[in-house]
Protein backbone atom coordinates (compact mmCIF):
# COMPACT_ATOMS: atom_id res chain seq x y z
CA UNK A 1 0.00 0.00 0.00
CA UNK A 2 1.23 3.85 -0.92
CA UNK A 3 2.88 5.28 2.49
CA UNK A 4 1.14 8.52 1.22
CA UNK A 5 -2.19 10.63 0.27
CA UNK A 6 -3.27 12.89 -2.15
CA UNK A 7 -6.22 15.84 -1.18
CA UNK A 8 -7.99 17.26 -4.72
CA UNK A 9 -10.86 19.73 -4.30
CA UNK A 10 -11.59 23.03 -7.03
CA UNK A 11 -8.64 25.39 -7.69
CA UNK A 12 -11.00 28.11 -6.05
CA UNK A 13 -14.14 27.68 -3.67
CA UNK A 14 -15.83 30.80 -2.44
CA UNK A 15 -18.21 30.05 0.05
CA UNK A 16 -20.98 32.16 2.24
CA UNK A 17 -24.46 34.19 2.14
CA UNK A 18 -24.45 35.54 -1.58
CA UNK A 19 -21.38 34.32 -2.85
CA UNK A 20 -23.71 34.05 -6.48
CA UNK A 21 -22.78 37.63 -6.47
CA UNK A 22 -19.32 36.40 -7.55
CA UNK A 23 -20.12 33.91 -10.92
CA UNK A 24 -19.45 36.94 -12.67
CA UNK A 25 -16.12 37.93 -12.03
CA UNK A 26 -14.88 34.17 -11.99
CA UNK A 27 -17.20 33.43 -15.33
CA UNK A 28 -15.03 36.41 -16.66
CA UNK A 29 -11.46 35.33 -15.34
CA UNK A 30 -12.13 31.82 -17.00
CA UNK A 31 -14.26 32.54 -20.66
CA UNK A 32 -16.38 35.22 -22.82
CA UNK A 33 -19.68 32.83 -23.49
CA UNK A 34 -21.08 30.17 -21.35
CA UNK A 35 -23.42 27.68 -21.09
CA UNK A 36 -25.40 27.01 -18.28
CA UNK A 37 -26.41 23.40 -17.23
CA UNK A 38 -29.46 23.82 -14.96
CA UNK A 39 -33.20 22.88 -14.67
CA UNK A 40 -37.00 23.55 -15.20
CA UNK A 41 -37.21 24.51 -11.19
CA UNK A 42 -34.11 26.28 -10.84
CA UNK A 43 -35.62 28.55 -13.92
CA UNK A 44 -38.98 29.06 -12.26
CA UNK A 45 -37.00 29.56 -8.98
CA UNK A 46 -35.44 33.03 -10.97
CA UNK A 47 -32.39 31.50 -10.27
CA UNK A 48 -30.87 30.94 -13.74
CA UNK A 49 -31.76 34.87 -14.39
CA UNK A 50 -30.21 35.89 -11.41
CA UNK A 51 -26.61 34.13 -12.47
CA UNK A 52 -27.12 35.55 -16.09
CA UNK A 53 -27.91 39.43 -14.82
CA UNK A 54 -24.12 38.64 -12.87
CA UNK A 55 -22.69 37.80 -15.95
CA UNK A 56 -23.80 40.11 -18.29
CA UNK A 57 -22.60 42.91 -16.48
CA UNK A 58 -19.20 40.74 -15.91
CA UNK A 59 -19.24 41.02 -19.92
CA UNK A 60 -19.58 37.37 -20.14
CA UNK A 61 -22.74 36.02 -22.83
CA UNK A 62 -24.60 32.86 -21.33
CA UNK A 63 -26.80 30.42 -22.87
CA UNK A 64 -28.67 28.01 -20.85
CA UNK A 65 -29.62 24.10 -21.20
CA UNK A 66 -32.95 22.83 -18.94
CA UNK A 67 -33.38 19.75 -19.83
CA UNK A 68 -31.69 17.69 -16.79
CA UNK A 69 -34.40 16.16 -14.92
CA UNK A 70 -33.83 13.84 -11.62
CA UNK A 71 -30.51 11.53 -12.27
CA UNK A 72 -28.20 12.58 -15.17
CA UNK A 73 -28.03 10.33 -18.25
CA UNK A 74 -25.82 10.19 -21.28
CA UNK A 75 -28.17 11.57 -23.42
CA UNK A 76 -28.50 15.26 -21.02
CA UNK A 77 -24.64 14.84 -21.70
CA UNK A 78 -25.11 14.60 -25.81
CA UNK A 79 -27.61 17.36 -26.10
CA UNK A 80 -26.16 19.66 -24.09
CA UNK A 81 -22.44 19.30 -25.37
CA UNK A 82 -24.38 19.56 -28.99
CA UNK A 83 -25.71 22.94 -27.57
CA UNK A 84 -22.42 23.77 -26.40
CA UNK A 85 -20.42 23.38 -29.69
CA UNK A 86 -23.07 25.25 -31.48
CA UNK A 87 -23.32 28.02 -29.65
CA UNK A 88 -19.17 28.06 -29.63
CA UNK A 89 -19.28 28.39 -25.75
CA UNK A 90 -15.86 28.54 -24.15
CA UNK A 91 -16.99 27.79 -20.42
CA UNK A 92 -19.41 26.05 -18.47
CA UNK A 93 -21.34 26.84 -15.07
CA UNK A 94 -23.81 24.07 -13.11
CA UNK A 95 -26.70 25.69 -11.11
CA UNK A 96 -28.49 23.10 -9.32
CA UNK A 97 -28.41 19.68 -7.70
CA UNK A 98 -25.99 17.04 -8.49
CA UNK A 99 -27.82 15.88 -11.64
CA UNK A 100 -26.60 19.06 -12.93
CA UNK A 101 -23.05 19.92 -11.78
CA UNK A 102 -22.38 15.63 -12.88
CA UNK A 103 -24.09 16.60 -16.11
CA UNK A 104 -21.58 19.52 -16.66
CA UNK A 105 -18.41 17.53 -15.34
CA UNK A 106 -19.20 15.35 -18.41
CA UNK A 107 -19.49 18.14 -20.52
CA UNK A 108 -16.02 19.68 -19.74
CA UNK A 109 -14.18 17.05 -20.50
CA UNK A 110 -15.81 15.66 -23.13
CA UNK A 111 -15.73 19.17 -25.15
CA UNK A 112 -12.27 18.80 -24.97
CA UNK A 113 -10.53 15.06 -25.20
CA UNK A 114 -14.20 13.37 -27.21
CA UNK A 115 -15.77 10.31 -27.22
CA UNK A 116 -18.49 8.69 -24.87
CA UNK A 117 -18.68 9.52 -21.48
CA UNK A 118 -19.11 5.70 -20.74
CA UNK A 119 -15.48 5.37 -22.05
CA UNK A 120 -14.28 7.00 -19.36
CA UNK A 121 -15.71 4.85 -16.66
CA UNK A 122 -12.64 2.38 -15.49
CA UNK A 123 -10.14 4.67 -16.75
CA UNK A 124 -10.77 2.78 -19.74
CA UNK A 125 -10.07 6.15 -21.91
CA UNK A 126 -8.14 9.59 -19.98
CA UNK A 127 -9.14 12.51 -20.22
CA UNK A 128 -5.29 13.84 -21.06
CA UNK A 129 -6.28 17.20 -22.32
CA UNK A 130 -7.65 19.96 -19.85
CA UNK A 131 -11.12 19.96 -19.82
CA UNK A 132 -13.52 23.33 -20.39
CA UNK A 133 -13.34 26.11 -17.22
CA UNK A 134 -16.54 24.24 -14.79
CA UNK A 135 -17.87 26.38 -11.75
CA UNK A 136 -20.25 24.50 -10.14
CA UNK A 137 -23.06 26.17 -7.88
CA UNK A 138 -24.84 23.62 -5.72
CA UNK A 139 -28.63 24.56 -4.70
CA UNK A 140 -28.99 21.74 -2.09
CA UNK A 141 -26.69 21.14 0.70
CA UNK A 142 -26.46 17.39 0.17
CA UNK A 143 -24.12 16.14 -2.79
CA UNK A 144 -20.86 17.99 -2.64
CA UNK A 145 -20.60 17.19 -6.21
CA UNK A 146 -19.36 20.79 -6.77
CA UNK A 147 -16.30 19.54 -5.01
CA UNK A 148 -15.77 16.06 -6.25
CA UNK A 149 -13.50 14.56 -9.22
CA UNK A 150 -16.01 11.84 -9.75
CA UNK A 151 -19.52 11.65 -12.10
CA UNK A 152 -22.51 9.48 -11.94
CA UNK A 153 -23.94 9.07 -15.57
CA UNK A 154 -26.63 6.52 -16.21
CA UNK A 155 -26.10 4.59 -19.66
CA UNK A 156 -29.60 4.61 -20.67
CA UNK A 157 -28.84 1.51 -23.11
CA UNK A 158 -28.21 -0.95 -20.29
CA UNK A 159 -29.75 0.91 -16.95
CA UNK A 160 -26.08 1.22 -14.97
CA UNK A 161 -24.88 3.81 -13.45
CA UNK A 162 -21.43 4.64 -14.54
CA UNK A 163 -19.41 5.95 -11.61
CA UNK A 164 -16.30 8.08 -13.16
CA UNK A 165 -13.74 9.67 -11.09
CA UNK A 166 -10.72 10.98 -12.67
CA UNK A 167 -8.96 14.31 -11.76
CA UNK A 168 -10.19 16.40 -14.88
CA UNK A 169 -14.00 15.94 -13.89
CA UNK A 170 -12.97 18.23 -10.99
CA UNK A 171 -14.99 21.52 -11.46
CA UNK A 172 -12.76 24.39 -11.64
CA UNK A 173 -14.46 26.75 -9.12
CA UNK A 174 -16.89 26.01 -6.82
CA UNK A 175 -19.40 28.88 -5.73
CA UNK A 176 -21.24 27.25 -2.71
CA UNK A 177 -24.17 29.61 -1.70
CA UNK A 178 -26.60 29.00 1.27
CA UNK A 179 -29.22 31.29 0.54
CA UNK A 180 -30.07 29.37 -2.67
CA UNK A 181 -31.14 26.63 -0.71
CA UNK A 182 -34.05 28.16 0.80
CA UNK A 183 -35.90 27.20 -1.20
CA UNK A 184 -35.44 23.50 -1.16
CA UNK A 185 -38.57 21.96 0.09
CA UNK A 186 -38.84 19.99 3.39
CA UNK A 187 -38.33 16.46 1.86
CA UNK A 188 -35.65 17.28 -0.35
CA UNK A 189 -33.73 18.97 2.87
CA UNK A 190 -34.45 16.02 4.78
CA UNK A 191 -33.08 13.64 1.91
CA UNK A 192 -30.15 15.88 0.68
CA UNK A 193 -28.96 16.30 3.89
CA UNK A 194 -28.82 12.59 5.06
CA UNK A 195 -27.53 11.74 1.89
CA UNK A 196 -24.71 14.47 2.89
CA UNK A 197 -24.14 12.40 6.30
CA UNK A 198 -23.67 9.09 4.35
CA UNK A 199 -20.63 11.05 2.67
CA UNK A 200 -19.47 12.21 5.72
CA UNK A 201 -19.55 9.11 7.50
CA UNK A 202 -18.06 6.89 4.74
CA UNK A 203 -15.66 9.25 3.88
CA UNK A 204 -14.63 8.72 7.46
CA UNK A 205 -15.21 5.13 8.10
CA UNK A 206 -13.48 3.94 4.63
CA UNK A 207 -10.47 2.03 4.25
CA UNK A 208 -8.61 4.37 1.99
CA UNK A 209 -9.54 7.53 4.64
CA UNK A 210 -6.49 9.68 5.54
CA UNK A 211 -5.49 12.13 8.01
CA UNK A 212 -7.24 15.06 6.03
CA UNK A 213 -10.12 13.36 4.72
CA UNK A 214 -10.79 12.39 8.80
CA UNK A 215 -10.53 16.30 9.59
CA UNK A 216 -13.35 17.01 6.65
CA UNK A 217 -15.10 14.58 7.20
CA UNK A 218 -15.34 14.78 11.49
CA UNK A 219 -16.31 18.34 10.86
CA UNK A 220 -19.51 17.51 8.44
CA UNK A 221 -20.60 15.12 11.16
CA UNK A 222 -20.47 17.16 13.49
CA UNK A 223 -22.07 20.77 11.34
CA UNK A 224 -25.04 17.93 9.54
CA UNK A 225 -25.91 16.17 13.02
CA UNK A 226 -26.14 19.40 14.71
CA UNK A 227 -28.04 20.94 12.65
CA UNK A 228 -29.65 19.01 9.87
CA UNK A 229 -33.37 18.83 12.21
CA UNK A 230 -33.19 22.66 12.11
CA UNK A 231 -32.65 23.11 8.70
CA UNK A 232 -35.81 20.42 7.95
CA UNK A 233 -38.63 22.24 10.83
CA UNK A 234 -37.74 25.41 9.47
CA UNK A 235 -36.50 26.16 6.17
CA UNK A 236 -35.76 29.75 6.53
CA UNK A 237 -33.23 29.26 9.00
CA UNK A 238 -30.57 30.50 7.58
CA UNK A 239 -27.90 29.28 10.29
CA UNK A 240 -28.90 26.02 9.68
CA UNK A 241 -28.64 26.15 6.04
CA UNK A 242 -25.38 27.90 6.23
CA UNK A 243 -24.02 24.98 8.32
CA UNK A 244 -25.07 22.09 6.22
CA UNK A 245 -23.91 24.03 3.03
CA UNK A 246 -20.62 24.00 4.80
CA UNK A 247 -21.20 20.43 5.73
CA UNK A 248 -22.24 19.07 2.23
CA UNK A 249 -18.75 20.84 1.09
CA UNK A 250 -16.61 19.25 3.63
CA UNK A 251 -18.27 16.02 3.01
CA UNK A 252 -17.89 16.30 -0.51
CA UNK A 253 -14.27 16.85 -0.37
CA UNK A 254 -13.71 13.97 1.97
CA UNK A 255 -15.73 11.28 0.49
CA UNK A 256 -14.04 12.18 -2.82
CA UNK A 257 -10.65 11.74 -2.02
CA UNK A 258 -11.00 8.69 0.43
CA UNK A 259 -14.04 7.13 -1.54
CA UNK A 260 -17.35 5.99 -0.51
CA UNK A 261 -18.35 2.69 0.71
CA UNK A 262 -21.30 0.32 0.44
CA UNK A 263 -23.94 2.83 0.88
CA UNK A 264 -23.13 4.22 -2.28
CA UNK A 265 -22.17 0.76 -4.07
CA UNK A 266 -26.19 -0.40 -3.56
CA UNK A 267 -27.56 2.68 -4.38
CA UNK A 268 -26.30 3.13 -7.97
CA UNK A 269 -28.32 0.24 -8.79
CA UNK A 270 -31.51 1.23 -7.13
CA UNK A 271 -31.01 4.35 -9.22
CA UNK A 272 -30.85 2.98 -12.28
CA UNK A 273 -33.15 0.79 -12.69
CA UNK A 274 -35.91 2.07 -10.11
CA UNK A 275 -35.18 5.61 -10.46
CA UNK A 276 -35.01 7.07 -7.29
CA UNK A 277 -32.97 9.62 -6.76
CA UNK A 278 -29.50 9.55 -5.42
CA UNK A 279 -30.26 11.19 -2.53
CA UNK A 280 -32.95 9.24 -1.19
CA UNK A 281 -31.16 6.14 -1.90
CA UNK A 282 -28.76 6.86 0.08
CA UNK A 283 -30.50 7.92 3.04
CA UNK A 284 -32.66 4.91 2.95
CA UNK A 285 -29.81 2.81 3.04
CA UNK A 286 -27.48 4.20 5.26
CA UNK A 287 -28.82 3.36 8.80
CA UNK A 288 -29.16 -0.72 7.25
CA UNK A 289 -25.33 -0.59 6.03
CA UNK A 290 -24.21 0.51 9.23
CA UNK A 291 -25.76 -2.00 11.37
CA UNK A 292 -24.00 -4.21 8.73
CA UNK A 293 -20.75 -2.69 9.71
CA UNK A 294 -20.76 -1.35 12.56
CA UNK A 295 -18.71 -4.38 14.75
CA UNK A 296 -16.39 -3.70 12.18
CA UNK A 297 -15.96 0.34 12.81
CA UNK A 298 -16.52 0.37 16.34
CA UNK A 299 -13.60 3.55 16.98
CA UNK A 300 -15.15 5.19 14.24
CA UNK A 301 -19.15 4.75 14.38
CA UNK A 302 -17.94 6.04 18.39
CA UNK A 303 -16.88 9.11 17.04
CA UNK A 304 -20.12 9.62 15.08
CA UNK A 305 -21.97 8.74 18.36
CA UNK A 306 -20.46 11.31 20.11
CA UNK A 307 -22.31 14.15 17.67
CA UNK A 308 -25.50 12.73 18.95
CA UNK A 309 -24.99 13.22 22.82
CA UNK A 310 -22.63 15.08 24.88
CA UNK A 311 -23.01 12.01 27.58
CA UNK A 312 -21.50 9.67 24.88
CA UNK A 313 -18.34 11.15 26.10
CA UNK A 314 -18.01 8.72 29.05
CA UNK A 315 -20.13 5.57 26.96
CA UNK A 316 -17.62 3.07 26.10
CA UNK A 317 -16.49 2.80 22.29
CA UNK A 318 -19.25 0.17 21.60
CA UNK A 319 -22.14 1.88 23.45
CA UNK A 320 -21.06 5.02 21.47
CA UNK A 321 -20.94 3.65 18.82
CA UNK A 322 -24.17 1.95 19.03
CA UNK A 323 -25.50 5.24 20.03
CA UNK A 324 -24.53 6.22 16.13
CA UNK A 325 -26.23 3.38 14.71
CA UNK A 326 -29.57 4.11 16.71
CA UNK A 327 -29.36 7.93 16.47
CA UNK A 328 -29.13 7.65 12.62
CA UNK A 329 -32.08 5.69 12.45
CA UNK A 330 -34.24 7.92 14.68
CA UNK A 331 -33.25 10.95 12.63
CA UNK A 332 -34.30 8.88 9.53
CA UNK A 333 -37.68 8.18 11.47
CA UNK A 334 -38.03 11.89 12.35
CA UNK A 335 -37.22 13.32 8.85
CA UNK A 336 -39.96 10.72 7.49
CA UNK A 337 -37.20 9.28 5.25
CA UNK A 338 -39.04 6.20 3.43
CA UNK A 339 -38.26 2.75 2.65
CA UNK A 340 -37.94 1.45 -0.29
CA UNK A 341 -41.37 -0.11 0.29
CA UNK A 342 -42.33 2.98 0.77
CA UNK A 343 -41.31 4.68 -1.91
CA UNK A 344 -43.39 2.49 -4.19
CA UNK A 345 -41.37 0.32 -6.01
CA UNK A 346 -43.08 -3.28 -6.55
CA UNK A 347 -41.26 -5.93 -4.31
CA UNK A 348 -41.43 -8.97 -6.83
CA UNK A 349 -39.68 -6.68 -9.08
CA UNK A 350 -37.45 -5.46 -6.50
CA UNK A 351 -36.40 -8.53 -5.13
CA UNK A 352 -35.87 -10.18 -8.71
CA UNK A 353 -33.24 -7.63 -9.38
CA UNK A 354 -31.43 -8.09 -6.25
CA UNK A 355 -28.93 -10.46 -7.92
CA UNK A 356 -27.79 -8.14 -10.85
CA UNK A 357 -27.85 -5.02 -8.22
CA UNK A 358 -25.45 -6.69 -6.11
CA UNK A 359 -23.25 -7.41 -8.80
CA UNK A 360 -23.54 -3.98 -10.24
CA UNK A 361 -22.41 -2.70 -6.96
CA UNK A 362 -19.37 -4.84 -6.88
CA UNK A 363 -18.45 -3.75 -10.17
CA UNK A 364 -18.27 -0.17 -9.17
CA UNK A 365 -15.68 -1.08 -6.68
CA UNK A 366 -17.10 1.12 -3.68
CA UNK A 367 -17.92 -1.93 -1.27
CA UNK A 368 -14.16 -3.31 -1.27
CA UNK A 369 -13.81 0.46 0.41
CA UNK A 370 -16.07 -0.78 3.07
CA UNK A 371 -15.08 -1.87 6.44
CA UNK A 372 -16.89 -5.00 6.54
CA UNK A 373 -16.69 -6.01 2.55
CA UNK A 374 -19.71 -8.04 1.24
CA UNK A 375 -19.94 -10.83 -0.94
CA UNK A 376 -22.56 -10.89 -3.73
CA UNK A 377 -25.27 -13.58 -1.28
CA UNK A 378 -25.06 -10.32 1.66
CA UNK A 379 -25.34 -7.45 -0.79
CA UNK A 380 -28.35 -9.49 -2.02
CA UNK A 381 -29.51 -9.98 1.37
CA UNK A 382 -29.10 -6.42 2.67
CA UNK A 383 -31.04 -5.43 -0.41
CA UNK A 384 -34.30 -7.27 0.60
CA UNK A 385 -33.75 -5.95 4.37
CA UNK A 386 -33.29 -2.32 3.37
CA UNK A 387 -37.01 -3.05 1.21
CA UNK A 388 -39.34 -3.12 4.62
CA UNK A 389 -36.59 -1.72 6.63
CA UNK A 390 -37.88 0.22 10.15
CA UNK A 391 -35.85 3.26 11.21
CA UNK A 392 -36.60 2.24 14.60
CA UNK A 393 -34.33 1.80 17.31
CA UNK A 394 -34.87 -2.15 17.02
CA UNK A 395 -31.96 -4.17 15.30
CA UNK A 396 -33.24 -6.04 12.08
CA UNK A 397 -29.65 -6.82 10.29
CA UNK A 398 -27.19 -9.55 11.08
Same mark, same amino acid.
Given at each position: ??? @?????????? /? &???? #? =? $???? !? %??????????????????????????????????????? @?????????? /? &???? #? =? $???? !? %?????????????????????????????????????????????????????? #???????????????????????????????????????????????????????????????????????????????????????????????????????????????????????????????????????????????????????????????????????????????????????????????????????????????????????????????????????????????????????????????TVG
Open positions: MDN @YAVLRMPRMI /T &YGRH #A =L $EKVG !K %EAAARGKKALIISDKVMDALDYVSEGRDYLTKAGVESVV @YLGVESEPTD /T &YVEE #A =L $ELFK !K %ENCDLVISLGGGSCIDTAKAIVVLATNGGYIGDYMGEKKVAEVAPIPHIAIPTT #AGTGSEATDATIITNTSNDVKMMIKQPAFMPDAAIVDPMLTLSSPQHVTAATGVDALSHAVEGYISKRSHPMTDMLALSAMKLIVENIQAAYENGDNLDAREAMSLGSLQAGIAFSNSSVCLVHGMSRPIGALFHVPHGYSNAMLLPAVLEFSKEHAIKRLADLGRFFSAEAEQYSEKEAADLAVSSVKNLCLQLNIPNLSGWGIDKQAFESAAGKMASDALASGSPANNPRVPIQSEIEELYKVCYEYKFSTES
